[in-house]
């Protein structure tokens, strides 16, 4: 890629220099290229960023294989006998999601590179607000969009800095740090997504796992507290310890892996893995790509401040992506970063008509298995918001589908508007709850109320039905329904 013409050649000015290359900055790269503009990427690791590289797809594919070993093992249907289920071979796993995430890459980039748009390996800083540095090239740009996503956040824990230890950069494409044997047996400090999917797949794989949760349970911020307890009740009867209230006091390395000293409420315990992997959150990457030579700086979390167009104090800089964090309501998340790349190319290059990110309906999932999905607020959000709220949660059990494939486990949470009856959140967990969300996320786009869903025909028997089974509990006992759900 370094042969590129617009980065080894003697133009170095650009319409748009963009400090990123993962899924916020191809956006970008995208439209600007749409708009007959050119464009410069940079990046410090693999083409492509964290998503394609080292979270979304290697994860996604590594999760299925898990899947397809723990069902093999423990089939739901008496009449299938599991004869001993699957045999893994860790390394050659890691081997095909490489080759699935190389090929995926290939393809991706191979029709972007070169013409009008460029892309410069090496580590970037600003030199001034309209100049990068990249290696011993200078880039200098009309407009400048920050997009260099964000890693996995580290706490201070003592001892740490001296033990070996995983995140979810483990599942990195062709680097150092992937993680290309299968522990034994596996310490997680952290109780959110990355830890449930990572934690719940290296156990099927067939490593001991222990999650280190810090609050009550999991998922204990941000989440309807139901999901955490539903996937918690999974985990205990897969055999992964869950421990929580749990505060890590130190680590340190021994002869055959890592000792940790954790709190939990007045106890103390010492707990012993093969190895540990921090999985507590991530940070934007701000703090090592000179910001201050841009006249810009970060907030009290790291995010580079922006307004509801993504521009920065400085006019001709935006900002999108994970590097913006939670503000106007947005979410580290790859479709979050890709829709901000196209607006914020939109604006910075168009001038005209400017847009705004809107951030109210964005659907989610967490892909355990069973799946979590959640869009909207939660009804600790809805009530402080000033609503009236009703709500109401049902078991898993009383959706059709799940009692044909034999897989009740999880809920389905339906909040909204007392008043209005506009649905303004809900949360699942579920087979194939990543997928169904996509009917609430696109109805509440639409400001759908509790009726709506319950009009709304339904494919019969699907997972998707708990919507509207969900909706009908507003005015009749779900219970008694007919088998279709009228």
């Excluded at 307004?307 to 939670?326: C, E, Q, S």
């Excluded at 997928?435 to 400001?447: C, D, G, L, P, S």
Aim: hydrophobic share 45%.
């Amino acid at each position: 890629m370094e042969n590129n013409p617009l980065v080894t050649g003697e133009k170095g000015r650009f319409d748009l220099v963009i400090l990123g290359s993962g899924s916020t900055a191809f956006a970008a790269a995208l439209a600007a290229q749409a708009m007959g503009k050119t464009a410069v990427m940079t990046e410090s690791r693999a083409i492509g960023g964290t998503c394609v590289n080292r979270g979304c797809l290697p994860s996604k594919n590594l999760i299925e294989a898990a899947k397809l070993v723990f069902e093999s093992r423990s089939p739901r249907y008496p009449g299938l006998t599991a004869n001993g289920g699957l045999k893994v071979d860790f390394a050659a796993l890691v081997a095909q999601k490489d080759e699935v995430i190389r090929a995926y890459r290939d393809k991706k980039y191979d029709g972007l590179i070169g013409g009008q748009i460029g892309i410069a390996e090496g580590h970037v800083r600003f030199v001034d607000p309209h100049t990068v540095r990249v290696g011993d090239k200078r880039f200098t740009g009309d407009r400048i969009l920050i997009a260099t996503g964000s890693r996995p956040a580290i706490p201070e824990i003592p001892g740490l800095a001296d033990v070996p230890y995983l995140t979810s950069d483990l599942l990195s494409h062709a680097e150092d740090g992937e993680l290309r044997e299968l522990p034994g047996s596996l310490l997680i400090v952290g109780g959110g997504y990355i830890a449930l999917e990572l934690g719940q797949m290296f156990a099927r794989f067939g490593s001991r796992v222990t999650i280190l949760a810090r609050g009550k349970q999991l998922l204990a911020r941000g989440y309807e507290p139901q999901l955490g307890r539903a996937i918690g009740q999974v985990f205990e009867q897969e055999g992964i310890s869950v421990i929580p209230n749990a505060t890590v006091a130190d680590v340190r390395q021994t002869h055959d892996g890592v000792l940790a000293r954790v709190r939990v409420g007045e106890e103390e315990r010492a707990l012993r893995a093969e190895r540990l992997m921090v999985a507590a959150g991530r940070r934007p990457n701000t703090d090592d790509i000179g910001l201050d030579a841009a006249g810009l700086s970060v907030n009290g979390s790291g995010e580079v401040e922006v307004d509801a167009t993504l521009r920065t104090r400085a006019p001709h800089i935006f900002a999108a992506g994970d590097v913006i964090g939670t503000l106007h309501e947005s979410q580290m998340a790859t479709p979050v970063g890709a829709r901000q790349g196209g607006i914020a190319a939109h604006n910075a290059l168009n001038g005209n008509d400017l847009r705004a990110f809107d951030g109210r309906v964005i659907p989610r999932a967490i892909f355990t298995d069973p799946q979590i999905g959640i869009v909207g607020m939660t009804e600790a959000e809805v009530i402080q918001a000033g609503h009236r709220c009703w709500c109401t949660t049902l078991p898993m059990e009383i959706v059709p589908r799940a009692g044909a494939i034999r897989d009740t486990r999880g809920l389905i949470k339906m909040v909204a508007d007392a008043d209005s009856n506009e649905v303004l959140g809900i949360a699942m967990v579920g087979a194939n709850a990543a997928e169904v969300i996509h009917e609430a996320a696109m109805a509440m786009r639409f400001r759908a109320k509790i009726e709506d869903f319950v009009d709304l025909l339904h494919v019969y028997p699907t997972m998707a039905e708990a919507l509207k089974i969900a909706a009908i509990a507003r005015t009749k006992d779900p219970w008694k329904l007919s088998c279709c759900a009228e």
